[in-house]
């Protein structure tokens, strides 16, 4: 069975980048679509970015566009996220997503394997 652990969350300033990975065990992310999702305090489980494993088939919530940049190293079994130009309404429990099939869900309820999330937090 495919685990999922995410690491790389902290605090930080606005304007700040991180890079937040997940790692996969048990299985390659071969055949799966991968996703980032984050999650504030009392609101619903939102879309950030996913891609198939193969590297292609990007998405991307609006809000996102052109700050955070989804990718895969298969190598290492990792997929990451990087974070540029952080606003504080980035700030959420990230959680990393996989979904076994040939097309890529922006729908959190669509996929099988979830990491526990790793913690962002951005001040202004």
């Known amino acids: 069975q495919l685990r999922l652990a995410e690491s790389g969350g902290r605090s930080v300033q606005a304007g700040a980048s991180l890079r937040l990975s997940c790692a996969a065990s048990?299985?390659?992310?071969?055949?799966?679509?991968v996703g980032w999702f984050r999650q504030a305090p009392g609101k619903e489980r939102d879309f950030v970015a996913a891609m198939k494993w193969t590297g292609d088939n990007i998405y991307y919530r609006d809000s996102v566009k052109g700050r955070f940049i989804i990718s895969i190293d298969n190598a290492k079994n990792t997929v990451y996220l990087q974070m540029n130009d952080l606003k504080p309404e980035d700030s959420a429990v990230y959680y990393c997503?996989?979904?076994?099939?040939?097309?890529?869900?922006?729908?959190?309820?669509?996929?099988?394997?979830w990491g526990q999330g790793t913690q962002v937090t951005v001040s202004s």
């Open positions: 048990g299985r390659t992310f071969s055949s799966y679509a």
């Open positions: 997503a996989a979904e076994q099939g040939s097309t890529v869900p922006i729908l959190p309820q669509l996929y099988d394997y």
